[in-house]
T-cell receptor, first 115, second 114 residues
């Protein structure tokens, strides 16, 4: 089955700097890769996702890149702000039309943005 | 805001009791997923349900755990004879149709076993 590895487990940056979180997956059939942000006491909130027919996607300060050959994808946050501090999770799954669709999550990255 | 609603938010049970966790999906969503999160860990898939059907329960322990999603009302995750190891946060997510993404999550039920 699918396995998702996420690095680093913790990341501390200064406000205004960029943050990069990387994930690798094992199942080449996976075709959907979301990123979730989880704040303390809350559920995961989808912040961006990418499908396997696309190499990069941007939404304001957030971008995700996908390398299908190497089976890895990354989250990039630019101009970080203190409110970006949270735990970020990557995930992978079969997307549209898949027989399951359940998400396989990485173990998370705790991002701290220092003012 | 018709997001995914879970209740209760916190549940305390003694060993051997039963825990019932409820999830109402987003409006228009007919598919529900349950995940479990241990402290400092990612979420682990448990079960995937459609109205009145269990589609995939490969992540759910065979003993003591069950799930349902009736035609009317919320999805229920039931844990019988709880043990200390069941202490975790349980999250529900919903999607509009079979295998469709993205999934939207509720804020979870934090289960504590005394």
């Amino acid at each position: 089955g699918e396995n998702v590895e996420q690095h680093p487990s913790t990341l501390s940056v200064q406000e205004g700097d960029s943050a990069v979180i990387k994930c690798t997956y094992s199942d080449s059939a996976s075709n959907y890769f979301p990123w979730y942000k989880q704040e303390l006491g809350k559920g995961p909130q989808l912040i961006i996702d990418i499908r396997s027919n696309v190499g990069e996607k941007k939404d304001q300060r957030i971008a995700v890149t996908l390398n299908k050959t190497a089976k890895h994808f990354s989250l990039h946050i630019t101009e970080t702000q203190p409110e970006d501090s949270a735990v970020y999770f990557c995930a992978a799954t079969y997307g549209y039309g898949g027989s399951q669709g359940n998400l396989i999550f990485g173990k998370g990255t705790k991002l701290s943005v220092k003012p | 805001n018709a997001g995914v609603m879970q209740n209760p938010r916190h549940l305390v049970r003694r060993r051997g009791q039963e825990a019932r966790l409820r999830c109402s999906p987003m409006k228009g969503h007919s598919h529900v997923y349950w995940y479990r999160q241990l402290p400092e860990e990612g979420l682990k898939f448990m079960v995937y349900l459609q109205k009145e059907n269990i589609i995939d329960e490969s992540g759910m322990p065979k003993e003591r755990f069950s799930a349902e999603f009736p035609k009317e009302g919320p999805s229920i995750l039931r844990i019988q004879q709880v043990v200390r190891g069941d202490s975790a946060a349980y999250f529900c997510a919903s999607s509009p149709s079979h295998g469709r993404q993205p999934q939207h999550f509720g804020d979870g039920t934090r289960l504590s076993i005394l």
